[in-house]
């Protein structure tokens, strides 16, 4: 079993930014990737980014690609998600999700997740 927690949420002012943790308990964290995932009020679960087990790769949805980074600490079996520019529209409960040897966008794939944390972006 993986636990994962989610921290680092809050209001921000549209354009500004925010970084989300995951800290995971459990499991050698360094065997998972692990994903970002998002749902705002009324929508589908959204993709945001992955990052490999390595925490060497990383992929983006079109949507924040250029504005959100995803790292990983291994030695601290975390997992960050830097968000810069945030809009209106991204308002969401963000969730990280991991599964061993395994990154991508597909969220039925995730064994473990957190229980999300809320972001919200004011005008």
């Known amino acids: 079993q993986v636990q994962l927690v989610e921290s680092g949420g809050g209001l921000v002012q549209a354009g500004g930014s925010l970084r989300l943790s995951c800290t995971a308990s459990g499991r050698p964290f360094h065997l998972y990737g692990v994903a970002w995932f998002r749902r705002a009020p009324g929508k589908d679960r959204e993709f945001v980014g992955a990052i490999d087990w390595s925490g060497g790769s990383a992929n983006y949805s079109d949507s924040v690609k250029g504005r959100f980074t995803i790292s990983k600490a291994n030695a601290h079996n975390a997992a960050f998600l830097q968000m810069n520019s945030l809009k209106l529209e991204e308002t969401a409960v963000y969730y990280c999700?991991?599964?061993?040897?395994?990154?991508?966008?597909?969220?039925?794939?995730?064994?473990?997740w957190g229980q999300g944390t809320q972001v919200t972006v004011s005008s």
């Open positions: 999700a991991a599964e061993r040897k395994y990154w991508s966008n597909s969220w039925y794939r995730y064994k473990y």
